[in-house]
Nanobody, 133 residues
Framework: EVQLVESGGGLVQTGGSLRLSCAAS????????LGWFRQVPGKEREWVSC?????????????YYGDFVKGRFTISSDNAKNMVYLQMDSLKPEDTAVYYC?????????????????????WGQGTQVTVSS
């Protein structure tokens, strides 16, 4: 059974940084696309970032980032520890949201599907990030 447990959220001032962690279990990283979504109540979910060993093996080494990230976030994974991370720098109040770790093996690449319709099968419980102005 796929399990994803996020941690690292909290309250930070504008311009600050947070590092989100996702402890994954029950599956092999090589078979999955891994990523982060975020959601604000009353708004649509936003796909924040994605990383995939499949992409790395195929030399498509660039992770996916939503346009709103603009170089401020960095996704990484540690296959040995089954961990996925999202380093968030230069945080803005509009980054305030619940952040969810996601995984999907139906399409193990971060690319090839319109980001507007990309769906991930497995979700964590979420961690709250609040950026104060």
């Amino acid at each position: 059974e796929v399990q994803l447990v996020e941690s690292g959220g909290g309250l930070v001032q504008t311009g600050g940084s947070l590092r989100l962690s996702c402890a994954a279990s029950g599956f092999r990283f090589d078979d999955y696309a891994l990523g982060w979504f975020r959601q604000v109540p009353g708004k649509e979910r936003e796909w924040v970032s994605c990383i995939s060993n499949s992409d790395i093996r195929d030399s498509k080494t660039r992770p996916y980032y939503g346009d709103f990230v603009k170089g401020r976030f960095t996704i990484s994974s540690d296959n040995a520890k089954n961990m996925v991370y999202l380093q968030m720098d230069s945080l803005k109040p509009e980054d305030t949201a619940v952040y969810y770790c996601v995984a999907d093996n139906r399409w193990p690449s971060c690319w090839g599907i319109d980001p507007k319709v990309r769906v991930f099968k497995s979700w964590g419980q979420g961690t709250q990030v609040t950026v104060s102005s």
